[in-house]
């Protein structure tokens, strides 16, 4: 009796579904998704030299500027590598009718940038 029971237990935790907690909205998600290649583009841009990623994106301010026109803040964490930090960056673009017009780039050096950067270009396989 004592097996069945442990055994059941066993069972309902191994299938129970995990909640991930978020704290973007689906709107959020949504916008950072469709603003994805002009972060993409303007980070390659910012850094000169292709290989930076981001992850952690954050929508900081949203602001309607009149008609389909409107001003958005985008907090980014850059890395090389395995996840290797190099900052945090914030990128405010303005949408117009041509598309997303970049209005400033600001950038909060990691700790280690400058390690982790010259570690990246001596590396003998370099992408």
């Known amino acids: 009796m004592r097996n ?7 069972l309902l ?4 579904p995990i909640a991930e907690a978020s704290a973007q909205t689906d709107y ?3 916008l950072i998704s469709l603003m994805f290649e002009d972060i993409h ?4 841009e910012y850094y000169g030299f292709e290989g930076v990623q981001f992850f952690d ?7 309607m500027t009149g008609g389909l026109s409107f001003d958005v803040a985008v907090k980014i964490s850059t890395f ?9 960056d914030t990128l405010k673009f303005r949408r117009e009718v041509e598309g997303l017009k970049l209005i400033s ?20 396989v370099h992408p």
């Open 4 to 10: 069945i029971i442990v055994i059941t237990v066993f």
């Open 13 to 16: 935790v191994l299938f129970v």
């Open 28 to 30: 959020e998600k949504a």
């Open 41 to 44: 583009k303007t980070v390659d």
């Open 57 to 63: 994106e954050e929508i900081l301010e949203l602001k």
């Open 80 to 88: 090389i590598g395995a996840h290797n930090t190099i900052g945090t």
């Open 105 to 124: 780039y600001n950038h909060i050096p990691s700790e280690h940038k400058e390690e982790i950067l010259e570690w990246y270009f001596n590396r003998s």
